[in-house]
């Protein structure tokens, strides 16, 4: 379980935990994020029960939250509410570093450092983890993450049918 202080390298990209659920009483975790120049945009994406707050410390973030597109520059601050599809990529041709609280915390750090631990292994490919592990971590973070395609119906079932045989077959919804 990630603490106060530890960083997680992937390629270009970095995660420095802040604060974490554990030394904020479940009420916050902040990260620094470090995304590499042209990052990929992630897939659309909500938080059910979660706020997040950014502020925008360098480079250029290009983000939709809603309907609504928007461009953040160094200095930006932004809130996605619980509940509100989003997604945000860093767009200019230097690392973009940001600043980011999610409350509650909810097992948001142990979801970050699975992804990142999992991308840093060379594990999880760019496009995203393949099917198995998907359902496993899916299933496990269903009230911290949620993808907005396909529907919500369709996911649960795609979790209880293939989630059982990803751990059978040795996929983990937590990695450190």
């Known amino acids: 379980m990630a603490k106060a202080g530890d960083v997680i390298i992937n390629g270009e990209e970095r995660i420095l935990f802040r604060q974490t ?28 029960r979660q ?8 480079g ?3 983000a939709k939250i809603g309907d609504q597109e928007f461009r953040y520059e160094p ?27 999610t409350r509650p915390a ?8 699975t992804i990142w631990s999992l991308t840093r292994d060379g594990k999880i490919e760019p496009g995203g983890p393949n099917l198995l592990q998907a359902a496993v971590i899916g299933q496990e973070y269903t009230q911290e993450f949620r993808v907005t395609k396909p529907p919500r119906w369709v996911q649960k079932i795609f979790f ?9 077959l040795g996929y ?5």
């Open 75 to 101: 200095g930006d601050q932004f809130v996605v509410p619980p509940g509100t599809p989003h997604w945000m990529h860093n767009v200019s041709d230097k690392p973009a570093r940001l600043l980011w609280q």
């Open 51 to 58: 706020e997040e707050r950014f502020e925008l410390l360098s």
């Open 60 to 62: 250029i973030l290009a």
């Open 160 to 168: 209880t049918l293939l989630a059982p045989i990803g751990r059978l």
């Open 21 to 48: 659920a554990v030394e904020t009483n479940g009420e916050l975790l902040e990260v620094e994020v470090t995304y590499k120049p042209h990052s990929k945009r992630p897939p659309e994406h909500y938080h059910p």
């Open 172 to 176: 983990r919804a937590s990695y450190s």
């Open 106 to 113: 909810l097992k948001t750090g142990s979801l970050f450092e």
